[in-house]
């Protein structure tokens, strides 16, 4: 047996057993040449081996997934989302607030959590930096820390995405407070008070968030959950209605985990370039991919300076110093402007704290420990899933990041589901909290895999499974 | 001679000699009676005596000022502002932001500075607090910090006002990133972009970035030097056009020092209450007061919810925190929702650095040194420029705070001035940024005085006093 045909074989045996599932993605090509010390030409051997048999399927820009097979529990696929395309006002917010409340309140099992696990994080770590930069700096002037921000985070930063393969002007970069601080500093820099927002369907919160905030209103996108945002959909709208600024999500949304290819994003970005609609584009999951290199950004097709970039460490290095920032194009003076004017400054010492971890310590590897967790955890979320949730449960393909997006029967109220979990000291992330719309995502949840796989967790998964038909009462 | 006739003679003879200038301030009865460990009663009677004889005089709020005598360099007082009672849009931001940037750029003497001397400030020890916080929550979790805060700062903020005897409810406090952040959410919370905003005249720029943030427009209210805002001009304004809101400084005003009197705040809020306008109250100052006690607040005055008031650490304990707080009456539902939707949470350790600091250290200690070394400072910078600075020049009386506001003659104009002195590398505050009037404050200038008096500092007024007439050319 030829080298390729035993790993052929032992993925296959894998699938036999159960432990790949029908619908999970399997390593990359580039991975288990890694793992197994194989050239990439035996690992695609085996992998085109394992096609033409039937065993597994290549999807563009996502990589290879276990096929469907008799007998199997099989997580259905989610279709593309088609809201009406009607702008509403946004008042998500004291929904957010009330559901992430209820994880401190009963100090419940976080799945409906939108941050990751922080014992994964180097808290300790960052807070040597800290002290040993007050020690050196006794006297610290918040002077130094006017905007645009602390030049050696900044260094730092600009560092960081030549190290992931993109040029950026350290001269764009704004530090703010977490991306939440950037992404509204953009949206105020480009829109007013009124103006429609084009956003995807369903939506982060976060981007919902800003539109709220500045009283704005919204207008959902058609999107489809493992390819992004329709353009066509997109320059529909445009062309019926007024359109302030896209906001979108390009590299493992939230909630629906997709990687836009690189076509389309720069479809996307050709289209808005044509109506000079600005672009706020949120990367906070860019460096927690499942795949074999960084994915591009909305910014690198960016020929106009119309692309508002956003960024943080908040979901990669500490959600604790909340430091984030903007790469804001032709906008980048308003941004600071209002930078200046929201915040006056970002805390110094966090700031310097995280430019002294990035400078000295291990980012990447830190970084590749949490992307080996979360893609396994991912498979292991969508197993559990898969296996005890009601047939007819469809989920997504999250490529990077560390939420699942899951579509329950029409008749499930994600309300209903998540009060009676709460009952039982469970989180999930109501469908409600994506949309403007008052019923858009009614029966879907959000469930947060960044957290080791437990009996506790397999437990929860296996409650919540239990619950559903009781949510579907006078649905 | 008696204790008391002892006394009077001492003061006298510090007068004569100089040392005492006319205008100045002298020790309050209370700290003179603490400093030579006399009864409370010897020192009045000394001071009765020291009025009758001409030397001093008293000034109701304010506390006992030498007298102008024949042949003394003596500063004028400043009169009541007479702003044109017309709104305008606020676009302040640039040039504060330029005249920050070239204390850093320049490395210049920071008379120009906003900041408190940062050697003031406890960094070291706060930063010791922040390490064993760290070590003591190695995996701290955001979703303890929704707002409203950090439970545990917020008890902490609390006692302080009990201290400083007023009560106030824990469960109003809302954590902000400074109170830059705290002001422009109450702004937030009770206007909209295109609203009138009434602030005192000169104002500070903090609360025109707020309402320029808002796109909201400012009218400027006529305000006392020494006795604050003049409550018949704003109720006159009141009555002309719509207001949306108010905003004052009560204590210790950025630029002019004022502290106003009870009764003035009562009739302020008063007012403001037959009309149902809310008030937003900057109390950054408050525990920098000179004289014998804390200073009361408007909220104290408040019985219907429409006092907003906001404070913060930056002035007294540390600037590179950037831990402010508001206390927003019947607004704090919206304040918090808009706390979370602009910076989701305030960064955590620094809000427990803060908390353990207050729970275990000498906060009122280092406040008493603060306090001593500003007012001293107050005394030595007044009387510096009124030996130095052209005939004619007016001075503020500051009774709290560290910066004094100088009327120079109508001919000068400060941002030429602004630009001479940077180029002996010394900065000033041109008036220019404390009025929405493109000329309003053309001819003054703001000092910090919070850094030890030193012959570099000396050197700087007798340098600023010799640029002034090139400052006036053309003017």
């Known amino acids: ?213 500045m009283g704005m209103r919204a207008v959902e996108v058609s999107t489809h959950p493992r390819e992004g945002i329709d353009v066509a959909a997109l320059a529909k709208i445009i062309d019926e209605q007024p359109i302030a600024a896209c906001m979108v999500m390009p590299n493992f949304q939230n909630p629906m985990g997709f990687q836009m290819s690189d076509d389309r994003k720069r479809a996307l970005v050709e289209l808005l370039t044509r109506h000079d609609i600005p672009v706020i584009e949120n990367g906070v999951y860019n460096e927690l991919y499942y795949g074999d290199s960084h994915p591009s950004t909305l910014k690198a097709f960016d020929t106009r300076g119309l692309v508002l970039h956003c960024s943080s460490f908040s979901k990669t290095l500490t959600t604790a110093h909340r430091i984030g920032w903007a790469l804001p194009g032709r906008y980048r003076d308003r941004v600071e402007k209002f930078k200046f004017l929201n915040t006056l400054t970002t805390p110094s010492i966090p700031q310097l704290a995280i430019a002294e971890y990035l400078k000295n310590d291990g980012y990447d590897h830190h970084l590749r420990k949490m992307r080996k967790a979360f893609a396994q955890q991912a498979s292991i979320m969508s197993a559990a899933v898969t296996r005890f949730f009601p047939e007819g449960t469809k989920i997504s393909h999250p490529l990077g990041g560390y939420v699942l ?55 929860a998964i296996v409650t919540i499974a239990r619950l559903i038909p009781e949510a579907s009462r006078g649905g």
Not at 97 to 114: E, K
Not at 426 to 433: E, K
Request: aromatic share 8%.
């Open 1 to 213: 047996m030829k080298l390729y045909e035993k790993l052929a074989a032992e993925i296959e045996g894998l699938v036999e057993s159960g432990v790949l599932l029908a619908g999970e993605r399997i390593p990359s090509v580039r991975q288990t040449s890694q793992h197994h010390k194989l050239s990439i030409t035996t690992v695609l051997r085996a992998y085109v081996l394992l096609e033409s048999k039937g065993v597994i399927e290549s999807r563009p820009q996502s990589g290879y997934f276990v096929r469907r097979r008799t007998g199997q529990p099989v997580a259905t696929e989610l279709q593309t989302s088609r809201p009406t395309p009607v702008s509403a006002e946004v008042d998500v917010s004291a929904l957010v607030l009330s559901t992430l409340r209820s994880i401190r309140v009963n100090d419940a099992l976080p799945l409906g959590s939108p941050y990751p696990d922080p014992s994964l994080f180097a808290l300790q770590r960052l807070n040597q930096y800290g002290n040993a930069v007050a020690r050196r700096h006794p006297y610290w002037n918040v002077i130094d820390d006017l905007p645009p921000g602390n030049p050696e985070l900044i260094r730092q930063i600009a560092r960081r995405y030549l190290e992931n393969g993109q040029s950026v002007d350290p001269n764009e970069i704004i530090v703010t407070v977490g991306a939440t601080e950037a992404i509204n500093l953009c949206l105020q820099a480009v829109a007013k008070p009124g103006d429609t927002i084009a956003v995807e369907s369903p939506t982060f919160y976060a981007m919902l968030h800003a539109i709220e905030r």
């Open 405 to 459: 997006w899951v579509e329950l029967a029409p008749e499930v109220d994600s309300m209903t589901l998540y009060q009676l979990a709460l009952e039982h000291r469970i989180t999930v992330g109501p469908g409600y909290m994506f949309s403007v719309r008052k019923h858009g995502y009614r029966n879907f949840i959000r469930l947060n895999y960044s957290y080791p796989w437990s009996k506790d967790i397999e437990q």
